[in-house]
């Protein structure tokens, strides 16, 4: 009797080329406003041209793609204005988190914290740019994890492909690592403290930072 084999089903084949395009696209290897032409990325991927399409209109509804008359599929460029809502947003919901990490984490999940901590710490100092995002996904992982509140998870992970794009932008710029480090160290403390008003500070000061450093980025992209 021959084995089984698994099945592979469509679905599957089609959210395995959404997920390649949306971490090249976060990831920074489809740049913005680069086209994404079916016929060239179905013969880079190997796929067909339906499991394409479909994967663009999932990322098109992400906001991660636009349509452009004349041209068709692109890369998502993140205006200003639209970038600056985004922190925003990011900033009210994650300083609530982090208030409420600090009040309610018990030892594991501060443990967890600590590690996804040194984990940054070690890829900054290490100038490691391929490092530095997956670890400050762990880092928010654990937080948002452990702040009691599903829905604020819920939210951010609608807007993270989206912030993920504009934290490409700030690691390219090394001058902000050490910065960055620095904040995350503050809101470190204030966790461990059972600050939880210094954590929230800590958390929106981080990302008020960041925002800064993503207008400064965009504007000089705008300006050449």
């Given amino acids: 009797m021959s084995e089984a084999i698994g099945v592979v089903r469509a679905e599957t084949l089609r959210s395995q080329v959404e997920n390649a395009l949306r971490d090249a696209i976060t990831g920074g290897t489809l740049a913005p406003g680069s086209r994404l032409i079916e016929r060239d990325l179905c013969e880079r991927m190997g796929v067909s041209r339906t499991s394409v399409r479909e994967a663009l209109r999932r990322l ?21 204005q639209t970038a600056s809502d985004v922190y925003t947003l990011r900033g009210l919901l994650e300083g609530f988190a982090a208030r409420e990490f600090a009040r309610l984490a018990d030892d594991a999940a501060l443990k967890e914290f600590d590690d996804a901590v040194s984990a940054l710490r070690a890829n900054v100092l290490a100038q490691d740019r391929n490092g530095v995002l997956p670890a400050k996904t762990r880092l928010y992982d654990t937080l948002l994890d452990n702040c009691g509140n599903v829905l604020i998870r819920e939210v951010l992970n609608s807007l993270y492909t989206r912030i993920n794009l504009l934290r490409v932008t700030t690691l390219m710029m090394p001058d902000r690592w050490s910065a960055s480090l620095r904040e995350i160290d503050e ?38």
């Fill in 60 to 80: 098109e509804a992400e906001k991660l793609v636009q349509i452009v008359p004349h041209r068709g599929p692109v890369v998502a460029t993140m205006t200003k």
């Fill in 187 to 224: 809101l470190q403390r204030c966790v461990k403290a059972r600050d939880e008003a210094g954590a929230e500070l800590a958390a929106r000061t981080h990302v008020e930072n960041a925002r800064v450093a993503a207008m400064r980025f965009i504007e000089a992209e705008e300006s050449q």
